[in-house]
T-cell receptor, first 111, second 112 residues
C-alpha cells in the first residue's frame, strides 16, 4: 500500500550544526508534502510545505527539497538551536486527499 | 484565540465505557479530520469531513463514530472502549480538502 519512509529515526547534532531528515514516498501521484514539528505534549505544528511543481522552498533556517523522479524529499535545518529539539514528521498527500505520515525523527540539539 | 481546540485534554476511563472527544476550529475551514497517534508516535488518519460530509473513513472499528454538527465542529464518540484504544487523538482542519492541515493540541486517552 501507500507509505512514507522517514530516516533517521533519531538525530543528535551540536548547536549551530545542520540537520537533514529524508523521506521517500510510494504514490507517484502525491502532489503535496508538508513537514510538521511536534514538541512534547503538543500537537504537530506545520513548519513548511512544498507542492510537486516546486523543487525547493526555503523559510529562514528551514528548507525543503523535492525530487519527484526519485520520489523523495528532505528537510534541512541550518544553524540549529536547542529549541529546534522535537519530533519531526514528513507527510505526503495521496491522490484521494489523504495525508500519509512518516514514522518521525526525534531531533536533539545539544548546547 | 486557539485555532483548533479539543476537549478534554486528558481522558482516563475503564474498559467498556463510552466516551466523546470534542473539537472546534475558529479558522473558518471547510474540512476537519481525526487522527490517532499510537505509543510509537505514528500518526494515522481516521476520518475526514468536508462541509459536514464524511469524505475519508479509514479502516476503523465501528465503535468509533464521528459527528459533525456544523463546519466548525467535529466530535468523536467511542463506544465500548478497549485497552488498545489508548492513544493520543488529534483533530485537525484545513481550508479545503487540498489545503494545509492544522492540528489541535490532542486528547490523551488512557483506557484501564
Amino acid at each position: 500500500g501507500e507509505n512514507v519512509e522517514q530516516h533517521p529515526s533519531t538525530l543528535s547534532v551540536q548547536e549551530g550544526d545542520s540537520a537533514v531528515i529524508k523521506c521517500t514516498y510510494s504514490d507517484s501521484a502525491s502532489n503535496y508534502f508538508p513537514w510538521y514539528k511536534q514538541e512534547l505534549g503538543k500537537g504537530p505544528q506545520l513548519i513548511i510545505d512544498i507542492r510537486s511543481n516546486v523543487g525547493e522552498k526555503k523559510d529562514q533556517r528551514i528548507a525543503v527539497t523535492l525530487n519527484k523522479t526519485a520520489k523523495h524529499f528532505s528537510l534541512h535545518i541550518t544553524e540549529t538551536q536547542p529549541e529546534d529539539s522535537a519530533v519531526y514528521f514528513c507527510a505526503a498527500r495521496l491522490r484521494g486527499g489523504k495525508l500519509i505520515f512518516g514514522q518521525g525523527t526525534e531531533l536533539s540539539v545539544k548546547p | 484565540d486557539t485555532a483548533v481546540s479539543q476537549t478534554p485534554k486528558y481522558l482516563v476511563t475503564q474498559m467498556g465505557n463510552d466516551k466523546s472527544i470534542k473539537c472546534e476550529q475558529n479558522l473558518g475551514h471547510d474540512t476537519m479530520y481525526w487522527y490517532k497517534q499510537d505509543s510509537k508516535k505514528f500518526l494515522k488518519i481516521m476520518f475526514s469531513y468536508n462541509n459536514k460530509e464524511l469524505i475519508i473513513n479509514e479502516t476503523v472499528p465501528n465503535r468509533f463514530s464521528p459527528k459533525s454538527p456544523d463546519k466548525a465542529h467535529l466530535n468523536l464518540h467511542i463506544n465500548s472502549l478497549e485497552l488498545g484504544d489508548s492513544a493520543v487523538y488529534f483533530c485537525a482542519s484545513s481550508q479545503t480538502r487540498q489545503g494545509a492541515q492544522y492540528f489541535g493540541p490532542g486528547t490523551r486517552l488512557l483506557v484501564l
